[in-house]
């Protein structure tokens, strides 16, 4: 990573957050992010996104005589291997142009981190990361339409946007649905990878079995009538008198997801969704076009919403970093872009 030399005037310090800071903080937000900001309104769910007992995960940057001047989140995925991506970063424009990348510099050399990620950065930013040495991109959006539900949240405007070619894999895939998270951790073996996202069983079960805002839905994949060590993570979006299937996560054998085209149909049929989408970088094409999505160009005449809380009926691009040699799978519930904001 090429280092960019910070020096900051005096009066100014880098440090980790306290929990006596997390008042000042939310204040913060609510001041110079958006006053409706649930991270400046809700302390409970604040604590849930950024303490992890003692630690308040977020680096500050501070004036001493203005207070705090710039925040930088973190979300850490693991203990000894400790995977992180970055959230709400901001810093105020106050001549201090590089603070922000100071505060970038301080996670990484105190941070515990062993490899660094974003998902929903800035595109002012973009070229910053670049210039760093990280690769940038997005998340890329695949979807699959209930031919038989009336659409009332996604908008269809070019229909030969859709695969229509796809035909069942002949691999017989189930999903089944983990309700306990004792039964989930039985048959989870997080990858250890170098070069792939450790998501540690604490950080799995803390983000989707506890989540104090979303209920999300874990299903184990069974292939052939045998359980995996794979599971999918969706959760039920609900709009407009409609209701719409979302793939959040996604840990274990991809290529498994080539399969779940067949279950998938049958949850949309049984439970009438509308559709089903899904946020992904790393997940190659082919894969998603077998189980029979289509993939959301960026100019695309169709709109699959991706805000709902609150809701806003456009498309949405979700760009993305990570450091170079990295094969990482992102998906749309990594970081924080799977939370209400209001």
Not at 34 to 39: G, L, P, T, V
Not at 133 to 144: A, E, I, K, V
Not at 179 to 190: G, I, Q, V, W
Not at 285 to 291: F, G, K, N, P, T
Request: hydrophobic letters at 35%.
């Amino acid at each position: 990573m090429r280092r960019i030399p910070i020096e900051l005037p005096a009066g100014y310090t880098i440090r980790f957050a306290k929990r006596e800071d997390i008042s000042d903080i939310m204040l913060f937000f609510k001041k110079h992010w958006n006053e409706n900001h649930i991270f400046a309104s809700d302390r409970a769910f604040f604590e849930y996104e950024f303490c992890r007992g003692d630690e308040v995960c977020m680096v500050l940057l501070l004036n001493d005589k203005n207070g705090i001047e710039g925040t930088l989140g973190y979300i850490p995925y693991g203990g000894e291997l400790r995977d992180i991506f970055t959230v709400m970063w901001k810093v105020l424009d106050n001549g201090q142009m590089f603070a922000g990348v100071g505060l970038f510099y301080y996670l990484i050399d105190h941070g515990r981190c062993r490899h660094i990620y974003t998902s929903g950065l800035n595109e002012n930013t973009r070229n910053i990361y670049k210039y760093l040495g990280f690769c940038t991109g997005d998340l890329q959006h695949y979807y699959m339409l209930n031919a038989d539900c009336e659409s009332r949240i996604a908008t269809i405007n070019d229909e030969t946007e859709l695969n229509t070619d796809y035909r069942d894999s002949g691999v017989c895939v189930s999903l089944y649905k983990v309700e306990d998270k004792n039964d989930f951790l039985a048959d989870y073996c997080p990858e250890k990878r170098a070069d792939k996202i450790y998501k540690s069983p604490e950080y799995m079960v803390r983000r989707y079995f506890e989540n104090p805002k979303y209920q999300y839905q874990v299903y184990q994949i069974q292939k052939e009538g045998e359980s995996t060590s794979s599971f999918l993570v969706a959760r039920v979006q609900e709009q407009e008198g409609s209701k719409v299937l979302r793939l959040i996560d996604f840990v274990g054998d991809e290529e498994l997801l080539a399969h779940i085209g067949a279950p998938i149909r049958r949850l949309m049929k049984d439970n009438d969704f509308e559709y089903t989408d899904v946020y992904v970088h790393g997940v190659a094409d082919e894969v998603l076009y077998q189980a029979g999505f289509s993939k959301k160009a960026k100019d695309s005449e169709n709109v699959i919403p991706n805000y709902f809380s609150p809701f806003c009926r456009k498309n949405v691009n979700i760009g993305i970093f990570w450091e170079k040699e990295m094969h990482p799978i992102i998906w749309k519930g990594d970081g924080d872009q799977d939370r209400p904001s209001a």
